[in-house]
């Protein structure tokens, strides 16, 4: 189950990579415009029609991983969508990922796999209880709209950029743990109760504003300001959802040093890629 979990995470972060890379080459290859000409104009591109069933597949491995592993196991995982999109939006866009790129690469997958070697995250509940849950839908919206006052117009670029962010990676994370439980359901119970259960609306509502968090995040400012709080903002909030509302557990004492350590060059590897690459990072979101 472990296996499968790890396997549906690392292909759905590549797939995701793959899709949101094809679709900004098909937009960057028609003509400036919104709406349905925009829309009539991409269907007619067959990368957009990659890049839309890259998304959809990667919605489908992420349901997976989360209904056969842990979630602080499998949405730090999702870290690597980074390093996959550098790697496709470079030969697609027909540039080269210089070396110090490589080594930013390098410097994420290698913290990641030190973080994880290191908590051994590890559980197999699928639900939670109300008591729990109650909490969690409290304090996470609450936290979210207390980043999107913080990032005002009249805050400066760089904070605006990161309170956004952050506020798109808690939405990221609580989008992860509803799907969790929604896709618990379906799998003991079948498509009926999946379709009945809250959480499975309640996954999409918040999807789609960590969505529109995410667009004004990278509108607002730099992406030296806006990934690394989403991708380590995003991977924390899961880990921390994982415990609290799953009883997952992680390893602590001594291992806490690795784990620091791990995270702390993932997140040098994040920042030096939106200073080494920034153009292809855009291109990959």
């Known amino acids: 189950?472990?296996?499968?979990?790890?396997?549906?995470?690392?292909?759905?972060?590549?797939?995701?990579?793959?899709?949101?890379?094809f679709q900004r080459k098909a937009a960057s290859s028609v003509s400036r415009g919104g709406g349905f000409r925009l829309l009539a104009a991409l269907v007619r591109r067959p990368a957009w029609l990659i890049g839309i069933a890259g998304v959809m597949g990667a919605a489908a491995f992420q349901a997976l991983a989360l209904v056969n592993g842990p979630m602080a196991l499998v949405q730090p995982l999702f870290i690597l969508e980074l390093p996959?999109?550098?790697?496709?939006?470079?030969?697609?866009?027909?540039?080269?990922?210089?070396?110090?790129?490589?080594?930013?690469?390098?410097?994420?997958?290698?913290g990641l796999a030190v973080v994880l070697a290191a908590a051994a995250p590890a559980g197999t509940r699928n639900q939670?209880?109300?008591?729990?849950?109650?909490?969690?839908?409290?304090?996470?919206?609450?936290?979210?709209?207390?980043?999107?006052?913080?990032?005002?117009?009249?805050?400066?670029p760089l904070l605006r950029a990161a309170a956004l962010a952050t506020a798109?990676?808690?939405?990221?994370?609580?989008?992860?743990?509803?799907?969790?439980?929604?896709?618990?359901?379906?799998?003991?119970?079948?498509?009926?109760?999946?379709?009945?259960?809250?959480?499975?609306?309640?996954?999409?509502?918040?999807?789609?504003?960590?969505?529109?968090?995410?667009?004004?995040?990278l509108q607002a400012g730099s992406l030296a300001a806006s990934q690394p709080a989403l991708t380590i903002g995003d991977a924390t909030m899961s880990l921390v959802l994982g415990v609290v509302l799953f009883s997952e557990h992680i390893r602590t004492g001594w291992w806490i040093l690795p784990e620091v350590a791990g995270a702390l060059l993932i997140v040098w590897g994040v920042?030096?890629?939106t200073r080494v690459v920034p153009h292809l990072i855009e291109l990959a979101h």
């Open 1 to 21: 189950m472990i296996v499968l979990a790890v396997v549906c995470a690392v292909l759905g972060a590549a797939s995701n990579a793959v899709g949101t890379a």
């Open 84 to 110: 996959f999109a550098l790697l496709v939006a470079a030969p697609l866009m027909h540039r080269r990922l210089p070396a110090k790129g490589w080594w930013a690469v390098g410097a994420v997958v290698t």
């Open 128 to 156: 939670a209880a109300m008591v729990r849950w109650v909490p969690v839908l409290v304090l996470l919206p609450g936290a979210m709209a207390a980043a999107v006052v913080l990032a005002r117009p009249a805050r400066s």
């Open 168 to 217: 798109a990676a808690i939405g990221n994370a609580l989008t992860a743990a509803l799907m969790k439980s929604a896709t618990g359901r379906l799998a003991d119970a079948g498509l009926p109760a999946f379709l009945t259960t809250w959480q499975t609306y309640g996954f999409a509502l918040v999807g789609i504003c960590a969505v529109l968090l995410l667009e004004n995040s």
């Open 271 to 273: 920042v030096r890629l």
